[in-house]
């Protein structure tokens, strides 16, 4: 499976964005997707999640709340929308497959999209 990754920018705190990610290729329609993200200096992190089986969701617990993770699976997108977006959220984000449901782990993914710059200024 490919994945593309769109949608980051600059944008004030307080704002929203909202992140896509297209998967191409063989793409199994019980395929998980996910969201990490990494900030300059740091270790990728784990943000959301969505089975694109049910819409089961799960999040990492600073951005419940603000972020929802949602699949058009008719378009094979998945999308993360961004509310009340603060300086801690800039980071690159990815979105990633095949790694199992429940995870947080990067290392767990298989197939990885291209990175998109979220910049939060305050």
């Known amino acids: 499976v490919q994945l593309q990754a769109s949608g980051g920018g600059l944008v004030q705190a307080g704002g929203s964005l909202r992140l896509s990610c297209v998967a191409s290729?063989?793409?199994?329609?019980?395929?998980?997707i996910s969201w990490f993200r990494q900030a300059p200096g740091k270790e990728r992190e784990f943000v959301a999640a969505?089975?694109?089986?049910?819409?089961?969701?799960y999040y990492e617990d600073s951005v419940k709340g603000r972020f929802t993770i949602s699949t058009n699976n008719a378009k094979n997108t998945v999308y993360l929308q961004m509310n009340s977006l603060k300086p801690e959220d800039t980071a690159d984000y990815y979105c990633?497959?095949?790694?199992?449901?429940?995870?947080?782990?990067?290392?767990?993914?298989?197939?990885w999209g291209q990175g998109t710059q979220v910049t939060v200024s305050s």
């Open positions: 290729g063989r793409t199994p329609s019980n395929y998980p």
């Open positions: 969505i089975s694109r089986v049910g819409g089961s969701t």
């Open positions: 990633a497959a095949g790694g199992p449901w429940g995870s947080r782990a990067p290392a767990d993914f298989r197939s």
